[in-house]
């Protein structure tokens, strides 16, 4: 009935209306990446990891992810743009379909779990259609020991089958490509794209649901790692704005680069076992710790590579959005296991394309919520089509794609947990300076480091205390003094050399803001209201 050749223990995929299917279960990683080349679907680097093309999708695809609206969801998730609600006759049909599709095939099957504390612990069961999807998960996800496998019951499935095609007059889909979660039956149902960040964004979005409203406990989108004195800092920031670079410090264990809890204990947990990197313009100069990482075991994603497999970084020619996935033990200065205590800093990081926001400043409570609630950052020119000028880009609580409940839930979570912790919150622009794109140069990252490291030490905070800086727009503390970075850099005014520019580009950059905030408002408190921008 299966081919059980990798693990001790049989499983069947009858209860999931999967039928004959010849099932690979546990399969190492060394088994999946073989598999893939023997089948023709990646291809060896000269660094040892498989690179794989997604296809169609070289991203996620936000306007094709569903929630199952039922007695669980109706009365709980922000219903719109976001949360887009799918019926749950139409998922039962559609699943169906898909399981169906996966009868008969070569499936492969990973049982493994996310939240490395254990109090939170969500088992996880991954049918894939592809080897190297599974592979996917065995990176991602954390892994349990031979002893849990054999009395492992999952909670939670997730079923990938990127070759199967919805057809939307029938199925109910915008096209033929869905991610669609149903907490009643706890299935996450994904077809139609290869992207494999699809799979964990499915689990990373019900735990912003469950961990929530069932464990008052505070999900969120950051990076995370802890001193040798055991203080933990916590860095928010949507995609290309150093997440996950910042987060790899040598001189700090690494906790996780990507998604992890707050509890009510004022612990920080990580929800994965592995890192999922951007490597456009990678290089083992700029960060060190993820290019090394970067071997046997490692999935690359729609990189371009030369004959002798050697990768070009700075290649996008498929896309910007060139991806690596690696096991978390590939970093070798990491947490274990993956939690962190007693947060002391909390990092905004965004990517200014401005050139307006300071380096780094110092938030009250209630900017930190409404910068939380605006998840901001920018496009460039070239990211996307028809973009030929710097774009505000909001994202609420740094990861709306993945939230469904309102924004304000969240942000009052986290106001309440700087409440109860006395942690800083510091607003880290790792943008440009001098001026917008294409005028200005981007922060170098030897100074973001410099002033993290500062903030981190309580360094920044002792030579500032009584003379920081208040912005005249956005009304943030600014530092005027930092170790081991030149003192012009901390003013952005002062580095443009044109009052009138920055302050007209400055004033449309806050209006932007104030723009994007008026569908919050209504549910906002006049504290977080007053932490916006003040014109």
């Given at each position: 009935m299966i081919d059980n050749s990798q693990s001790t223990k049989s499983i069947s995929l009858a209860s999931y209306g999967i039928n004959n299917a010849k099932v690979h279960y546990q399969s190492t990683p060394d088994e999946l990446h073989d598999i893939t080349i023997k089948h023709s679907q990646g291809q060896e680097a000269s660094n040892g990891a498989l690179a794989i093309n997604t296809g169609e999708f070289t991203g996620r695809s936000p306007k094709d992810r569903f929630l199952v609206r039922d007695s669980i969801t109706e009365d709980k998730v922000w219903w719109g743009p976001v949360n887009i609600p799918f019926e749950p006759d139409a998922f039962d049909a559609l699943y169906d379909k898909v399981v169906n599709y996966l009868s008969n095939k070569e499936v492969y099957v990973r049982d493994c779990y996310a939240c490395a504390d254990p109090n939170y612990k969500?088992?996880?069961?991954?049918?894939?259609?592809?080897?190297?999807?599974?592979?996917?998960a065995y990176n991602?996800?954390?892994?349990?020991?031979?002893?849990?496998?054999?009395?492992?019951?999952p909670e939670w499935v997730v079923v990938n089958a990127p070759g199967f095609m919805a057809d939307p007059e029938v199925d109910g889909t915008r096209q033929h490509n869905f991610a669609i979660l149903n907490f009643t039956k706890k299935i996450a149902l994904i077809g139609g794209t290869g992207y494999t960040g699809e799979i964990k964004k499915g689990i990373f979005s019900a735990l912003n649901?469950?961990?929530?409203?069932?464990?008052?406990?505070?999900?969120?989108?950051?990076?995370?790692?802890?001193?040798n004195d055991g203080d933990t800092s916590i860095f928010f920031g949507l995609s290309g704005t150093g997440k996950t670079t910042l987060s790899a410090d040598p001189n700090r264990k690494l906790i996780g680069d990507d998604e992890h809890g707050w509890t009510s204990e004022n612990s920080i947990f990580n929800f994965e076992g592995g890192c999922y990197a951007k490597v456009i313009n990678m290089s083992r100069?700029?960060?060190?710790?993820?290019?090394d990482a970067i071997k046997r075991g490692a999935i690359l994603e729609n990189v371009i590579m030369d004959d002798a497999g050697k990768v070009d970084y700075s290649d996008v020619s498929i896309t910007q959005n060139t991806r690596v996935s690696y096991p978390i033990y590939h970093i070798d200065n990491i947490q274990v296991p993956s939690i962190g205590y007693n947060p002391g800093n909390i990092f905004f990081l965004t990517a200014d394309a401005f050139g307006v926001l300071p380096p780094i400043s110092k938030l009250t409570p209630g900017q930190a919520a409404y910068h939380f609630i605006s998840g901001y950052t920018a496009k460039v020119a070239g990211?996307?089509?028809?973009?030929?000028?710097?774009?505000?880009?909001?994202?609420?609580?740094?990861?709306?794609?993945f939230m469904p409940l309102h924004p304000t839930k969240y942000a009052e979570m986290l106001s309440n947990k700087m409440s109860e912790s006395g942690v800083n919150v510091w607003l880290v622009n790792t943008g440009w300076t001098g001026g917008p794109y294409g005028v200005g140069s981007r922060m170098k990252l030897k100074y973001t480091r410099a002033m993290i490291t500062a903030a981190m030490s309580g360094e920044l905070e002792a030579a500032n205390k009584d003379n920081y800086h208040i912005h005249s727009i956005f009304g943030v503390a600014q530092p005027r003094v930092c170790p081991n970075v030149p003192t012009e850099v901390l003013s952005p005014r002062k580095t443009w050399n044109n009052d009138k520019g920055y302050y007209e580009t400055a004033h449309k950059l806050a209006a932007s803001f104030n723009d994007n905030f008026k569908k919050f408002k209504d549910q906002a408190s006049e504290e977080i209201i007053a932490g916006g921008p003040l014109v």
């Open positions: 969500l088992n996880i069961r991954v049918i894939n259609e592809h080897a190297w999807s599974n592979l996917f991602m996800f954390l892994r349990p020991s031979d002893a849990e496998l054999l009395a492992f019951d649901f469950i961990l929530p409203v069932f464990k008052n406990t505070l999900p969120m989108h950051c990076s995370a790692n802890v001193g100069e700029s960060e060190p710790e993820i290019f990211t996307e089509a028809g973009i030929t000028e710097p774009v505000p880009n909001f994202s609420a609580c740094f990861g709306a794609p």
